[in-house]
């Protein structure tokens, strides 16, 4: 923990303390997603491909525009630490920072899946939740954070000292490079902060470090996502498993995740705008 408390408080420390929060970004105004329409839209749709993610690994996986997809857990409780890219163009990926900017630090049905600058644009819209009833629980904690990054081997070994090469960072790097067939150091180069699907967490209340618990998700959950973009998308099932109790090593139970892509009657969306990129020129005033 850091030591700000050996610092002396000023005696008008609680009237500085005791201002009102303000939300950063008021969201009211974004653009709506539209539910209306795609819960309509998913009466009509059948299913047209699936993958299984198998344990420690990554998968990859297409979704057109209009497209619907879910992960679903299967076998037993497992996270999975999701990345999406523009089919089109890698360089415009998923923004976990801005998303959680936007929404919150878990996020549900409602809630857009944000793409990097300059694009910014939803990639998709969640669409659909069987953990929806979970919310915030005693320890502060919910379902599907924008606050972790992903385990990766670099911080494994500056903790722990050794190797562990089926961190979610690798895994999301070999299913890329295989996916675009290019080298595994290119790809990993697109590999960025993920959703972490399924995943419990959030801050203890005297340090405010990032906590996970066991995942309370169990085989037949499924979250739901429309694509507003052509998308690739990689989910490695976590080698933490549930994480329950640690990541980075085969120590955990591990099971398989599904990606399953859905497609509705194009005329269902009839009429639906989609995103365009930000329309903000790029000049920076100069
Ligand atoms: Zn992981």
Not at 60 to 80: A, L
Not at 81 to 92: R, V
């Amino acid at each position: 923990m850091h030591r700000t408390l050996d610092m002396p408080a000023p005696s008008d420390a609680e009237e500085r303390r005791s201002k009102p929060p303000v939300v950063v970004y008021p969201n009211e105004t974004l653009p709506p997603a539209g539910l209306d329409v795609l819960y309509a839209a998913r009466q009509s749709m059948s299913k047209v491909a699936e993958i299984i993610v198998p344990p420690r690994e990554a998968g990859s996986f297409r979704v057109p525009k209009g497209h619907f997809f879910r992960i679903v857990s299967m076998e037993g409780s497992q996270v999975g630490d999701l990345n999406l890219w523009n089919a089109a163009d890698l360089s415009e990926c998923f923004f976990s920072g801005k998303t959680r900017a936007l929404h919150a630090t878990h996020v549900g049905v409602g809630d857009r899946l944000w793409s990097t600058l300059p694009y910014l644009r939803p990639m998709a819209t969640i669409t659909y939740d069987t953990l929806g009833w979970y919310g915030w629980d005693a320890d502060g904690a919910g379902i599907h954070d924008v606050i972790g990054t992903r385990c990766d081997p670099y911080t494994n070994r500056l903790l722990k000292g050794d190797d562990y090469h089926h961190c979610c960072h690798s895994n999301l790097s070999r299913a890329l490079a295989s996916e675009m067939n290019i080298p595994v150091r290119e790809a990993e180069a697109h590999v960025h902060d993920v959703l972490n699907v399924f995943m419990c967490t959030g801050f203890t209340r005297d340090t405010h470090q990032y906590f996970m618990k066991a995942s309370p998700v169990r085989p037949g959950d499924f979250i739901e996502f429309f694509a507003e973009i052509d998308l690739v998308g990689a989910l490695s099932a976590c080698p933490g498993g549930d994480c329950g109790s640690g990541h980075s090593s085969d120590l955990a139970p591990c099971y398989p995740l599904r990606v399953e892509i859905w497609q509705p009657d194009p005329e269902s969306l009839a009429g639906r705008a989609f995103p365009e990129r930000s329309p903000y020129p790029g000049t920076h005033g100069l």
